[in-house]
């Protein structure tokens, strides 16, 4: 069975939840006419580094590329505080720092090498909306 949703890679950068057709598995035209023009933003662009920012070039007008900052790593660090110095792996922890997400919402993301994304949370201010995710769980393959 295909899945109902899929993601992209594009270039070092990673679309999540990309709108595609399961007929043809291919993405739909809109989605590749939006996505040429810049309206999308990736959800992360590799490899990750502290400071690093990335976002839709296009979106809500024109802007230029070095202004698409949708996304940023604001700290690398430990899964948990107290394991900063002995984590084997780094976790990245990601930010909306702009409006892409809709007005007041904020979006972060925590990020790690092997794993992948172990939380995500997605919070409206003002309202009830809200997400909060977390892996609870992971046995890497054999």
Known sequence: MLPEQADLIRSDCLY???DW???TRQLTFEYRKWLTFGEYSPE???PLKLHQVWGAPHWGGTRPVSAAKDWQV????AA??????TEPRP???IKSVSSYL???MTGETWFQKGIGIFRDEYVHHGTLGEERT???RFDPMP
């Open 80 to 85: 948990s505080p107290g394991n900063r110095k």
């Open 91 to 93: 976790v990245f922890h």
């Open 21 to 23: 057709d399961r007929q």
């Open 134 to 136: 977390w892996l609870v």
């Open 16 to 18: 999540r939840n990309v």
């Open 102 to 104: 809709g007005s007041g």
């Open 74 to 77: 604001v700290d690398v660090g």
């Open 44 to 46: 992360f662009c590799f």
